[in-house]
Structures are given as structure tokens and as C-alpha cells.
């Protein structure tokens, strides 16, 4: 299983720590799903069984559920800046 964020999806989630006043150092954003869509949280340290990304500073947690079993891609809706999983195809 591999999890990729793209850079709006990054974007996005650094905007969050922003607008929160949070220290990217010392928070992270844990995404997770809750009603059907994922949700960004801001906690300090990951659930045992997170995919953990770093990028441009950021640290990103991403539930089990989120990541599923296979490969996905964190990104973002055009409409409305919206975090989505969409599964990565393999490239044969």
C-alpha cells in the first residue's frame, strides 16, 4: 500500500495549520473519515496503525480507513477545496 498527497492536498492542509495558529513542529493534521468524507484533525502524534507522510514541512497522518488496502492519492476537489482519496491506477 502506498500513499501519495498531491501538492493542492498539501496546500490545503497547510492553510489548515495556518488558520489554526498550529505550529506545523508540533502539530500534525490526521485525516480521517467521518460522515462520508474525510475530515482534517489537528493532533500531535499519529494512531498506531496511520500512514504517516512529511512533505514541505507537514506532517500528515492518514487513518487506516482512509488509505484502504491499496494505493491512493490524497487531492483535492476543484469545486470546493475538498481533501478526496482517489485509488492510483498502475501504469503496465
Known amino acids: 500500500m502506498t500513499v501519495r498527497i ?3 492536498a498539501l ?3 497547510r492553510r489548515s495549520l495556518e488558520l489554526a495558529g ?3 513542529s508540533e502539530m500534525a493534521v490526521r485525516l ?3 460522515g462520508g468524507a474525510i475530515r ?3 493532533v500531535a502524534e499519529p494512531e498506531p496503525d496511520d500512514v504517516i507522510l512529511e512533505a514541505g514541512g507537514i506532517r500528515v497522518f492518514v ?3 482512509v488509505a484502504g488496502s491499496g494505493d491512493v492519492e490524497i487531492g483535492v476537489t476543484e469545486e470546493h477545496d475538498e481533501l ?3 485509488p492510483v491506477r ?3
Request: aromatic share 4%; net charge negative; no cysteine.
Open 90 to 92: 498502475s501504469q503496465s
Open 40 to 42: 482534517p484533525r489537528f
Open 6 to 8: 498531491t501538492d493542492e
Open 84 to 86: 478526496v482519496v482517489r
Open 32 to 34: 480521517r473519515l467521518a
Open 22 to 24: 498550529a505550529d506545523p
Open 11 to 13: 496546500d490545503v492542509v
Open 63 to 65: 487513518a487506516s480507513a
